[in-house]
């Protein structure tokens, strides 16, 4: 059995300010730091991970380095595994893209598998980048367990792929918190969801979107 933990990121920046990231580079927030300190532990001390690969941007990689760390590894950058590439939207706060982009974002927020960001990816093609991904690196890790540090809207679209809904139904899946760990399992043939979100380990510096994303 293969196993897949999904993890997202530490608290960014970007999450303390409230607006949206995308691509743009923005550090883990000092609370996002001590998150991922708090994530690393968890994973290492409750799985056998043979391999960590994360998201280029820096506040996954900044996750996947305490884990990576521990368990004597080197996380290996993919940009595939980078969140949506948001266009006109990054670097808006939440409460700004409702009032200039209230279309738009008004699906993003009611209807999310069927959004398009303005000048920017849709999140139908999002959906497909990570999932071929995430299949890849578990057809090359088959049997093994390996960490996956990504970002909120990838993981929502893989616990959607594998709940079985296409992307008219992704708006079901709620976001998962901050460096938060979902366990997904691959037996060759079929994918399953072993656990979602857990978020325990981190007590209370456990951290969630706002309504309004």
């Known amino acids: 059995m293969t196993r ?18 995308g691509h743009l580079d923005v550090p883990l927030s000092e609370r996002g730091e ?3 300190e708090l994530t690393g532990a968890f994973v290492a001390e409750n799985y056998s991970v043979e391999a960590v690969y994360s998201s280029d941007l820096s506040r996954a990689y900044g996750t996947a380095q305490p884990l990576a760390n521990r368990i004597g590894k080197t996380a290996v950058k993919r940009e595939d595994l980078r969140e949506i590439f948001a266009g ?3 670097g808006l706060c939440f409460d700004e893209l409702q009032e200039r982009y209230a279309e738009s ?7 999310i598998g069927n959004a398009k960001t303005p000048n920017g990816e849709t999140v139908a093609g999002l959906y497909e980048r990570i999932w071929n991904a995430v299949c890849e690196i578990a057809e090359k890790h088959a049997g093994q367990t390996v960490a996956v540090v ?3 809207t990838p993981i929502r679209a893989v616990i959607s792929r594998l709940q079985g809904f296409e992307t008219a139904r992704m708006k079901e899946v709620p976001w998962t918190s901050n460096a938060s ?3 997904i399992l691959f037996d060759g043939k079929t994918w399953g969801v072993e656990a979602v979100s857990m978020d325990g380990h981190l007590s209370s510096m456990r951290t969630t979107f706002p309504a309004n994303v």
């Open 105 to 111: 974002y008004g699906v993003w927020l009611s209807d």
């Open 150 to 152: 990504t970002h909120a």
């Open 4 to 21: 897949v933990l999904l993890i997202r990121h530490g608290e960014s920046a970007a999450n303390g300010k409230g607006f949206f990231a």
């Open 181 to 183: 760990v979902t366990s």
């Open 88 to 90: 006109d939207w990054q």
């Open 34 to 36: 001590k998150q991922a």
